[in-house]
């Protein structure tokens, strides 16, 4: 798995700078969430997924401002 994701991250150099910086940390609470029919910002709140969600969050709303 992580030879795959090390891959797909080498990937987006094709896309110079078209693609924000966050990178979405895995856990295995994403899944538990979904089963459970929550979002992960609302099934494990201080998670690193949900941290690297809401990173994500901010950086679209600061390029949205710029815009």
């Given at each position: ?32 969430s979904a089963v459970s029919g929550q ?24 390029y949205a401002e710029a815009a």
């Open positions: 798995r992580l030879a795959v994701g090390a891959e797909r991250l080498g990937c987006l150099g094709a896309f110079g700078d078209r693609t924000f910086s966050s990178v979405i940390a895995y856990s295995v609470g994403i899944k538990d979002s992960i910002l609302d099934y494990a709140a201080k998670s690193a997924p949900a941290k690297s969600y809401r990173s994500l969050a901010d950086e679209i709303a600061s």
